[in-house]
């Protein structure tokens, strides 16, 4: 039977890899994290850029592009 000082030693080198263990997957679920909020930025940005072409299409096809036009009224 193992004496009671060796069980404790078993059980604290147990604790000090569980502790490692759970600090590694806490960094590696950050790291994720952060990468995942870089492609969700990036994936806006080209959604905005898209956005920005199209409505400057829609400008030059109706003749709106670089040009501002006021109305007259007559009375």
């Given at each position: 039977?193992?004496?009671?000082?060796?069980?404790?030693?078993?059980?604290?080198?147990?604790?000090?890899?569980?502790q490692v263990?759970?600090?590694?997957?806490?960094?590696?679920?950050?790291?994720?994290?952060?990468?995942?909020?870089?492609?969700?930025?990036?994936?806006?940005?080209?959604?905005?850029?898209?956005?920005?072409?199209?409505?400057?299409?829609?400008?030059?096809?109706?003749?709106?592009?670089?040009?501002?036009?006021?109305?007259?009224?007559?009375?």
């Amino acid at each position: 039977m193992a004496d009671k000082s060796d069980m404790r030693y078993k059980a604290g080198q147990a604790t000090g890899h569980a502790q490692v263990k759970k600090d590694e997957m806490a960094d590696s679920a950050h790291n994720a994290a952060q990468q995942a909020g870089g492609y969700v930025q990036h994936a806006g940005d080209q959604m905005k850029n898209m956005a920005q072409g199209a409505a400057d299409a829609v400008k030059n096809a109706v003749g709106m592009e670089g040009s501002t036009t006021t109305t007259t009224t007559k009375r």
